[in-house]
């Protein structure tokens, strides 16, 4: 389980993203803070494997909050490292962009957004934190995926022919579903041709947030499984 820091001044929004976290499978609320201070005692003591952080506080910019979150890493986020941090914010110039970056903003997302746009940068978050888990190592191909998997939006980018709604039809079924399920269940599951789900599942392998395996049968021929990367 992901534990998410929600900080925001403005306690609507905060208590939407509380709610927005609670309907993302694989992640749970942390807590809220409503400055900057309060932010980063809060991050102290509860060590959230993500915050959520407004970058209107009214004590501090964003960019000072990230300074302290990366600097008290030994005691933030647990084993030394330092929290994830998704920039939650109305600024959208360049400069602001690129300081966030700089100072270990993972993900940028925009006021207002939707709920669909909000979980995907939690989901992409997910995936991300699967594939480069703390202390281990792994090889340049490994790190390449994991950090395309962070950036964009899986929505967004879609391959010509895909339809964002199917996709999000065939992402709630793919996160609802506890087994591995097949392009055949997921068509009859959701009403769709077994082509367009092996489309839709194989772009979803491909970006990192589905997981696949092969399974033999009598015939000798894999059948191709598919399950969330939780």
């Known amino acids: 389980m992901i534990s998410a820091l929600v900080v925001e001044d403005d306690p609507i929004v905060a208590e ?11 992640f ?26 407004d970058f209107g506080l009214p004590d501090m910019t964003g960019i000072q909050v990230c300074r302290a979150l990366l600097a008290g890493s030994g005691a933030v986020g647990g084993a030394g490292q330092p929290p994830g941090i998704i920039a939650v914010t109305a600024a959208r110039d360049a400069d602001t962009v690129r300081a966030a970056i700089a100072h270990g903003v993972v993900q940028y997302l ?16 997910a995936a991300y934190h699967q594939k480069l888990p703390s202390g281990q190592l792994t090889d340049q191909p490994e ?5 395309e998997t962070l950036r964009g939006s899986a929505v967004s980018t879609l391959p010509k022919g895909l339809s964002p709604v199917t996709y999000d039809l065939i992402v709630r079924t793919l996160r609802d ?15 769709v041709s077994r082509v367009s789900a092996r489309r839709y599942l194989d772009h979803l392998h491909h970006k990192g947030l589905a997981v696949l395996t092969s399974r033999y049968g009598s015939t000798g021929r894999p059948e ?6 939780r």
């Open 16 to 26: 939407v993203n509380v709610g927005y976290i609670q309907r993302v499978p694989g």
């Open 177 to 191: 579903s506890h087994d591995p399920i097949s392009a055949v269940e997921m068509a009859a599951a959701t009403g």
């Open 110 to 125: 925009i006021k207002p957004y939707s709920f669909a746009t909000f979980r995907d940068k939690l989901d992409r978050y």
């Open 143 to 147: 790190v390449d995926q994991a950090l």
């Open 28 to 53: 749970a609320p942390a807590g809220v803070a409503r400055t900057g201070a309060e932010a980063i005692a809060l991050a102290a003591a509860q060590r959230p494997d993500l915050v959520l952080l």
């Open 224 to 229: 191709h499984r598919y399950q969330w990367s």
